[in-house]
């Protein structure tokens, strides 16, 4: 099974500064995609990102960017001038493009400091 | 637009009791997911389904069943309840691309003492 691991289990930001919260993963397919989820207080996870493994563009939304480095197996989420509503943990998500399972990491809880 | 929808919200069960938590989707999508997330972690699968009349263990399918009958209806169904089952409880759906990402419902938080 593939493994997804974030090695910051919390990370702390300024409001208006930016962050990079880390993930990376373990494969041998060539073809996948990833993702970032966020999850508020609130517990409901909401889509933040998306990236495809064959597109070298890195994807962005808004406030939202990600570093994806195919070959070193790194996927960053780059968060720029930060807001209160940031606040949340978030898991970064793989899944191969043959197969049916998404795999999640441990996530990351994000605080911003007003 | 209900999306993915969870019931009940919470619940607390006496060990050894059963219960099922139902979940329904109306976007017509065939995977289905059912995710425990215990406090401080991440999500781990359970069971999913691609289909209905098609069901598949996932990393913790232990002391749980599924079924799909329908293609709206994927119900996890907690038999003879033991307090390592305590967690959230989360059902997923995605239309079946690979590059679709998974809808969530609520959660049910689930508390077995």
């Known amino acids: 099974a593939q493994t997804v691991t974030q090695s910051q289990p919390e990370m702390s930001v300024q409001e208006a500064e930016t962050v990079t919260l880390s993930c990376t993963y373990d494969?041998?397919?060539?073809?996948?995609?990833l993702f970032w989820y966020k999850q508020p207080p609130s517990r409901q996870m909401i889509l933040v990102i998306r990236?495809?493994?064959?597109?070298?563009q890195n994807a962005t939304e808004n406030r939202f960017s990600v570093n994806f480095q195919k070959a070193a197996k790194s996927f960053s989420l780059k968060i720029s001038d930060s807001q209160l509503g940031d606040a949340a943990m978030y898991f970064c998500a793989y899944r191969s493009r043959a197969g049916n399972q998404f795999y999640f990491g441990t996530g990351t809880s994000l605080t911003v400091i007003p | 637009n209900a999306g993915v929808t969870q019931t009940p919200k919470f619940r607390i069960l006496k060990i050894g009791q059963s219960m099922t938590l139902q979940c329904t989707q109306d976007m017509n999508h065939n995977y289905m997911y059912w995710y425990r997330q215990d406090p401080g972690m991440g999500l781990k699968l359970i069971y999913y389904s691609v289909g209905a009349g098609i069901t598949d263990k996932g990393e913790v399918p232990n002391g749980y069943n599924v079924s799909r009958s329908t293609t709206e209806d994927f119900p996890l169904r907690l038999e003879l309840a033991a307090p390592s089952q305590t967690s959230v409880y989360f059902c997923a759906s995605n239309g079946g691309q690979s590059a679709a990402p998974q809808h969530f419902g609520d959660g049910t938080r689930l508390s077995i003492l």
């Open positions: 494969t041998s397919e060539s073809d996948y995609y």
């Open positions: 990236q495809e493994a064959y597109k070298q």
